[in-house]
C-alpha cells in the first residue's frame, strides 16, 4: 500500500454537504467524482466507450472496486463555518459554507503497491479547472495546493496545459515519444488576441461525453467575493439574453458546459473558464432552432463576460 498525502487549502467558500445533504462534511465520495470527471473530460477522444476499460482500472466499476481510496486525513470539519450566498448577485439567503483559506489534507491510498503519482496527476487536474460541492462550475469550491505558487498568468496556463498532456498521456500515448494533445493558441475576441489552451483532438459536436475544448483566462482580482459576484451577475444575464439552454438547464436538466473555477495567482484570484465540447445541449426543446455555431457563438460572449 502507499500513500501521497496532498496538502490542500480552500480559495473559495465550499458548499460541501454530508448524506443528509444538509450538514456541512468534507467526503471523499465528492474528490473521487471530482477526479474521474476531469479524468475523463481530458483523455477520450470523443468515444468514451474504447476508455472504459482503462476507466475501470483506474476508479473501479459495478465489477470491481476501485485499487485506490481517498482519506481526508485529520478532520472532514473545517469550522467555524461561515455564511454565503450561492447567488451572490441576488439578495436571499445565506447558507453555511467551509470559509476560505481554510487548509485540509487529502490522502491519496493505493493497494498492492501500486504507484500514487497518475492519481496526483489526476488530483492535480481537478483542482486546477474543476470544484467540489454546489455551485462549483461558478466559482465556487475551488480549492488549491498550498505549494502552488504562481507568479502570472502565463505561469498557471503552463501548469495546466503540462499537467493536461500529463494525464492524456497516461492513456493515450502509443509511442516512447509523449504526444501533446493540449497546445497554447492565440484566439480572438471581442477584437482582441489572448493566449488560451486548446485541444487539437475530438471535432465531433456533440461527442458522446464532455470533453475539454478550450480554457480560457481571465484578469487578476483582489477580492474573491466580486469575482463571485460577477460571474453569478454574468450568468444571469446570459441566460436572460439567450432564451435557451445553452448554459445548462433543459429537460431533463444538464449541467453547463462552461466550468468556472477561481484559482490564486501572486496572491490574487483569477477565473479559469473551461469550455467544453459537450454532448448537451443538443438541438432540441427550446434549442430546437439554434444550429451548433449559434450556441458555440453564445458561449464565447458569456466567457468574454468573465474574463474582460
Not at 482500472?57 to 472532514?76: E, V
Request: charged fraction near 25%; proline fraction near 6%.
Amino acid at each position: 500500500m502507499n500513500k501521497t498525502i496532498l496538502e490542500l487549502e480552500t480559495v473559495t467558500p465550499i458548499f460541501l454537504h454530508g448524506t443528509d445533504n444538509q450538514t456541512l462534511e468534507l467526503r471523499p465520495p465528492a474528490f473521487k467524482a471530482l477526479f474521474r470527471y476531469w479524468w475523463r473530460a481530458a483523455v477520450q477522444d470523443c468515444d468514451w466507450r474504447s476508455l472504459s476499460a482503462a476507466e475501470a482500472k483506474l476508479f473501479g466499476n459495478t465489477d470491481g472496486k476501485a485499487p485506490f481510496s481517498i482519506r481526508i486525513s485529520g478532520t472532514t470539519d473545517l469550522g467555524p463555518t461561515k455564511k454565503y450566498n450561492p447567488l451572490p448577485h441576488k439578495g436571499g439567503t445565506k447558507m453555511e459554507a467551509y470559509d476560505v483559506a481554510k487548509p485540509f489534507k487529502l490522502c491519496l491510498i493505493t493497494k498492492n503497491g501500486s504507484d500514487t503519482s497518475t492519481y496526483k496527476q489526476i488530483a492535480k487536474l481537478g483542482f486546477l479547472l474543476g470544484g467540489v460541492g454546489n455551485r462549483s462550475r461558478r466559482g465556487f469550491g475551488s480549492v488549491r495546493e498550498t505549494a502552488w505558487n504562481f507568479a502570472d498568468v502565463s505561469d498557471l496556463r503552463k501548469e495546466i496545459l503540462d499537467t493536461l498532456n500529463e494525464v492524456w498521456n497516461t492513456c493515450n500515448a502509443t509511442t516512447s515519444a509523449p504526444k501533446k494533445r493540449f497546445q497554447i493558441k492565440d484566439f480572438r475576441i471581442n477584437g482582441h488576441t489572448i493566449k488560451i489552451i486548446r485541444s487539437e483532438g475530438c471535432d465531433r459536436d456533440p461527442p458522446e461525453y464532455p470533453v475539454v475544448r478550450r480554457v480560457f483566462f481571465g484578469k487578476p482580482t483582489d477580492n474573491f467575493k466580486n469575482l463571485l459576484k460577477q460571474i453569478g451577475r454574468e450568468t444571469h444575464n446570459a441566460k436572460r439574453r439567450n432564451n435557451d439552454d445553452t448554459l445548462g438547464a433543459g429537460t431533463p436538466r444538464m449541467a453547463s458546459p462552461i466550468i468556472i473555477r477561481i484559482q490564486m495567482v501572486g496572491g490574487q484570484y483569477i477565473p479559469i473558464v473551461t469550455q467544453l465540447s459537450s454532448c448537451y445541449p443538443k438541438y432540441m426543446g427550446r434549442n430546437i432552432r439554434r444550429k451548433p455555431s449559434d450556441i458555440r457563438y453564445k458561449q464565447t460572449q458569456f466567457i468574454n463576460d468573465i474574463i474582460k
